[in-house]
Structure formats: structure tokens, C-alpha cells
């Protein structure tokens, strides 16, 4: 079963608007979400995350957003720019019961164009 | 420039060679993780070592062996692989992988294995 879903498998947004990429989850025992983003032939690079006791993180043009009782987080770009245009991943943390060892899982992936 | 270094960047192998995947970080690092990732899929823990113990494998056929030999590398032997197990093998390591500790985890580029 995926526990983290990205329902949008591709977006497309103009240069300098918003692009908005969200992400579901299942499992109410993840306590930290991660973004990643994912250039072709590359690992996946660390963006930015946030903890379950918060709601919003921001890090310069990025801002993730967590809605526990929605079991829904977003990430916002903000202008949007070419470069950013790669694949993003949500992922969330979890610590297999008995474990004291965390486990991250991955979302399906967005593919994000932004048209200059 | 990644600062988790994974070779050989491809390897192409027949069912019945044995070959060895390397990983390795100079961040101070104490945790180690193998991931794979099929085309279009998210990646999926394989194995997670923690102060160069085996904390976490997920169910992996024995035909991927492990191997920490010391805080800063990381092996993946693989022996008599299937063609359903070529994709893009990714190492990741991180500052803990304890409770209550939030550290993202930082990837290196992925080798691409192709078991002909």
C-alpha cells in the first residue's frame, strides 16, 4: 500500500508564478516530512522538510505547509524559475514499531515544467 | 557536486557475475542507506545501517549482501542477480537515524545497474 501519494504525476506553470506541488499521506505516526527534488541521472537533493509539530517551514523562494488533520502537506515555489523544473518528491519518516531505527518513505514524484 | 560518492556510475552484469557497488561520505555521517528506484517509481529502502550495524532490511532477496566496513563506506555485493533487478541503486547517509532526531538524508548520484 503507498502510504505517501503524489496525485499529480506532472505540472506545468509559468515562469516567476507560484508552482504548488502537494502530497498525501496515510500513516498518522510519520513525525517528519521531507521535500526532494530529482534532476535526470542525478540523486534526489534535499530541499527542505518539517517537522509534525509545525505547520509551515520556509527556506527563501520555498515553503512547505503540513495540515495533520488533513494528513496533507504542499510545497510552494515562489517566483517559480526554469531551473526548477525536475522531478519533486514528498517523503515522510517513520520508526518501524519496536524499532528505534527511522525509516523514510517516498512519494510517487511530481514532475514539474516551468515554461520560461 | 553531491558529497555522498557512489561507483561505478554504470555496471552492466550477467546473471552469474558476482560485482560490488561503493558508496562513500565524509560528512560524519553515522547512518548509511541503500535505496533502489525503478523507472518512474519513488525509491525504496533496501537496507539501513546505523554506527556500521545492520539496523533495517527490508525483506532484501539474499542476492544483495551488505556491508559497512567503517562510518564512511558502504557496500552492496551482488551475486546470481535477476534482469527484474536492474534500476538505479542509490546510497544515501545521514547525520543519525534515531527518535527525535530530525536529519534529512543526502543522496549520491545512483548507480545504474543493468543485469543482462
Redesign the interface.
Known amino acids: 500500500d503507498q502510504q ?1 501519494k503524489q496525485n499529480s504525476p506532472s505540472l506545468s506553470v509559468q515562469e516567476g508564478r507560484i508552482s504548488i506541488l502537494n502530497c498525501d499521506y496515510t500513516n498518522s505516526m510519520f513525525d ?1 516530512f ?1 521535500w ?1 527534488k530529482k534532476y535526470p ?6 530541499l527542505i ?1 518539517i ?1 509534525s509539530i509545525k505547520d509551515k517551514n520556509e527556506d527563501g523562494r520555498f515553503t512547505v505547509f503540513l495540515n495533520k488533520s488533513a494528513k496533507h502537506l504542499s510545497l510552494h515555489i515562489v517566483p517559480s524559475q526554469p531551473g526548477d523544473s525536475a522531478v519533486y ?1 514528498c517523503a515522510a ?1 517513520t ?2 514499531y519496536g ?11 511530481t514532475l514539474l515544467a516551468v515554461q520560461p | 557536486d ?1 558529497e ?1 560518492t ?1 561507483t561505478p556510475k554504470h555496471l552492466v552484469m550477467g546473471m552469474t557475475n558476482k560485482k560490488s557497488l561503493k558508496c562513500e561520505q565524509h560528512m560524519g555521517h553515522r ?1 548509511m ?1 541503500w535505496y533502489k528506484q525503478k523507472a ?6 533496501m537496507f ?1 545501517y ?1 554506527y556500521e550495524k545492520l ?2 532490511n527490508e525483506s532484501v532477496p539474499s542476492r544483495f549482501s551488505p556491508e559497512c566496513p567503517n562510518s564512511s563506506l558502504l557496500n552492496l555485493h551482488l551475486h546470481a542477480l535477476q534482469p527484474e533487478d536492474s534500476a538505479l541503486y ?1 546510497c ?1 547517509s545521514s547525520l543519525s ?3 527525535g532526531l ?1 536529519s ?7 548507480t ?1 545497474l543493468t543485469v543482462t
Not at chain 2, 534529512?104 to 545512483?110: A, D, I, K, Q, V
Open positions: 505517501v517528519y521531507l526532494y541521472a542525478e540523486g534526489p537533493t534535499f522538510s517537522s518528491f519518516r520508526i518501524p524499532g528505534a531505527t527511522n525509516k523514510l518513505i517516498f512519494g510517487t514524484g | 553531491t555522498v557512489q547512518a542507506y518512474k517509481k519513488p525509491p525504496e529502502l539501513v546505523s539496523s533495517i542509490l544515501a537515524s534515531g527518535r530530525s534529512p538524508l543526502h543522496f549520491g548520484n545512483g545504474r
